[in-house]
């Protein structure tokens, strides 16, 4: 009787003990920005707006290019839908399978997804990195010990905070300083309907490295096909419709390639081959736009954004179909890159804090990185 006891006593010193820390870590939790427990805090604010959101007609998915380019607001009223964009920084294929399918379906339950493609979902060297910080985010990890803690999380602040209360820099320092910081940038810079609101121009010759390292020895990566293709079947098996999208892009972004136009001439007959194997809509809106409708090297300008919006939401009401009509890719030719022997090879951070082996040609090693001329 008496060990009976003692363990009762045990037990119930354990839970006040549970209850005394859980109660503690809701009102630390309260004073301080939350973690981020998705693969950034554009996708945590964008999760955020899903579950607020309800069904939809249309999903707009893809890299930020996509997320860019589509306006839900501009779109729904030309094509008379409900709509929202689940675009993310570096969603390309790697990403956007797990993206799409384990998240913003089951939140959105979409008719129709509109993918956007471009050069940069077929590039073999991105999206790796992408993937890696996707999985390993705390609310996607996979396996059972990662499933016991985002269940936890659901009703425990302890669990679901424990990354931003073990210590006091981040609970009141500077790493909470940066938490909220971020998390601002995100809600400052996307829109009612998820779109992407970043028009600060910035042409620098450090963004056009990093979007030819982005680029490098480019083909049509066949793992890059095969997801999308995987995505779209199960999209399909699920009764949602796909349209495919070869988007726009300037000419500074088309000569980044390492072979320029022939690099480029081989992405819309690439979508095109997929829409018809997997019998899906495709629509080419990669015309009508120039180097002035974009702040960088993919980004359309916020006027852009509108003029797109409303083309694609009319080719969308239509349903116009562009499969067959794309031109044969042009032949193969030797790489046209700089034949200087003085390029050195350097790391740099891109715009979404991922680090990229960029190769410079230009003999500045420190050329700066910034907005540009205007």
């Not at 427990?37 to 930020?64: C, N, P």
């Not at 601002?184 to 010759?205: K, W």
């Not at 982005?214 to 009764?239: F, K, M, S, W």
């Not at 797109?308 to 009401?317: L, Q």
Request: hydrophobic share 40%; charged share 25%; net charge negative.
């Amino acid at each position: 009787m008496r060990r009976f006891r003692r363990s009762l006593l045990l037990i119930a010193g354990l839970l006040i003990a549970a209850l005394a820390s859980e109660g503690a870590a809701r009102v630390v939790a309260s004073s301080t920005p939350e973690a981020v427990r998705w693969y950034d805090e554009f996708a945590q604010h964008k999760i955020e707006q899903m579950d607020d959101l309800g069904d939809v007609d249309v999903v707009f998915a893809g890299t930020s290019m996509a997320w860019q380019a589509f306006v839900p607001s501009v779109f729904d009223e030309e094509a008379a839908t409900t709509s929202y964009n689940a675009g993310l920084n570096g969603g390309t294929p790697e990403v956007m399978q797990r993206w799409l399918l384990e998240e913003v379906i089951p939140r959105t339950r979409p008719d129709t997804v509109v993918w956007g493609l471009s050069s940069y979902d077929f590039a073999p060297g991105y999206g790796t990195q992408q993937r890696d910080v996707y999985d390993n985010a705390l609310a996607t990890r996979n396996g059972w010990l990662a499933s016991v803690e985002q269940q936890a999380s659901q009703w425990s602040v302890l669990v679901r905070e424990r990354t931003v209360l073990r210590s006091l820099n981040d609970i009141a320092g500077a790493r909470a300083d940066e938490r909220e910081a971020n998390r601002d940038d995100a809600v400052m810079h996307t829109g009612n309907g998820g779109e992407r609101l970043l028009f600060e121009r910035n042409v620098t010759p450090e963004v056009q490295l990093v979007t030819e390292a982005r680029l490098a020895d480019y083909r049509i990566d066949p793992d890059d096909r095969a997801l999308i293709v995987a995505t779209i079947e199960t999209l399909r098996t699920q009764g949602i419709e796909v349209v495919l999208v070869n988007l726009p892009v300037p000419d500074r972004f088309i000569d980044a390639h390492p072979r320029g136009l022939i690099d480029y001439r081989r992405v819309a007959p690439a979508v095109d081959e997929i829409a018809t194997e997997l019998d899906v809509r495709f629509l080419d809106l990669s015309g009508g736009f120039t180097d002035d409708d974009f702040v960088d090297f993919t980004h359309l300008i916020e006027r852009a954004t509108r003029t797109f919006s409303v083309v694609a939401a009319t080719a969308f009401a239509s349903d116009r179909d562009d499969r067959g009509t794309t031109e044969t890719p042009l032949e193969a030719a030797g790489a046209t890159g700089s034949e200087d022997t003085d390029c050195t090879t350097r790391t740099v951070i891109d715009e979404y804090g991922f680090e990229v082996e960029v190769i410079d040609c230009t003999g500045d090693p420190d050329t700066p990185s910034g907005g540009g001329p205007p």
